[in-house]
């Protein structure tokens, strides 16, 4: 009866010991995060009418075409076509490393871009909302007012050439002054990749009704204003894309 009862234990701990290190090895299961799902999601090619279309690469690359009309010409048109990477964190999708290729009809348009790359995504279904917005930090001043001194680096192109060549591609920092019993504001451009080209200074009225914000009185370019610890955020507008592969 005592061997019987021994064999048993063995028997036991051997049984015991076999499940235990079959669920140690056990792969490990990876939980994907919000972001991951996003931009699995985001990955193809997407188009908003017939004059823009992005496509995201799963690498973190992405390449836009961008098509405008002259006023006075169909016929004559300027493509923009950008290639960058992007990453998406926290639901925001941030692009960077843009470089620029336009091509004219009439090879005679000159201009500026300045790129937000910056939005706010949400994917439902085959349709992508992007809500666009600057992150200007604290310069001087309250965090949550803005009345005071703020800044904020964006992607710049500037000026396209007659040739089809920008002259300055590169970053440029604008800083933004709101004097609290002034109706005036100040901004100043510096172009940070190329020290030839001279800041740029000049100041309009301000129209501010929080949240509601416009940069000179005859502007219809309507900024929203929120406050988040030390940066403010202008959103500009919304738009929203198509799923077409």
């Known amino acids: 009866m005592q061997t019987l009862i021994s064999i048993f234990k063995l028997t036991f701990i051997i049984v015991i010991s076999v499940i235990y290190f079959a669920c140690s090895d056990s ?6 995060s919000s972001d991951d799902i996003l931009k699995s999601q985001l990955i193809g090619e997407w188009q908003n009418g017939p004059w823009y279309s992005i496509e995201y690469y799963s690498d973190g690359t992405f390449k836009d075409k961008s098509i405008m009309w002259f006023w006075n010409s169909f016929h004559d048109t300027l ?4 290639v960058g990477k992007y990453k998406i964190s926290r639901g925001i999708l941030e692009y960077s490393e843009i470089k620029h ?3 004219s009809t009439s090879g005679k348009w000159r201009g500026y871009s300045t790129v937000y790359p910056l939005y706010e995504i949400n994917i439902i ?3 992508l909302s992007c809500r666009v917005f600057d992150r200007l930090q604290l310069v001087k001043g309250s965090s949550n007012q803005l ?15 007659d040739t089809n060549k920008s002259l300055y591609e590169g970053r440029k920092k604008r800083k933004y002054t709101f004097i609290s019993d002034s109706s005036y504001f100040f901004e100043e451009w ?14 309009g009225k301000v129209i501010y009704n929080h949240p509601k914000l416009l940069l000179g009185e005859h502007s219809s370019d309507t900024i929203e204003v929120a406050f988040l610890q030390n940066e403010m955020r202008w959103y500009r507008g919304k738009f929203s894309l198509k799923r077409i592969r």
């Open 27 to 32: 792969p490990t299961i990876t939980e994907l």
């Open 79 to 82: 493509t923009t076509i950008r």
């Open 101 to 103: 290729h336009f091509l």
């Open 125 to 127: 279904g085959d349709n």
């Open 147 to 161: 009345w005071g001194s703020w800044d904020v680096t964006s992607l710049t192109v500037f000026p396209i050439s």
């Open 190 to 203: 510096f172009y940070l990749d190329d020290t030839s080209f001279s800041p740029i200074f000049f100041f």
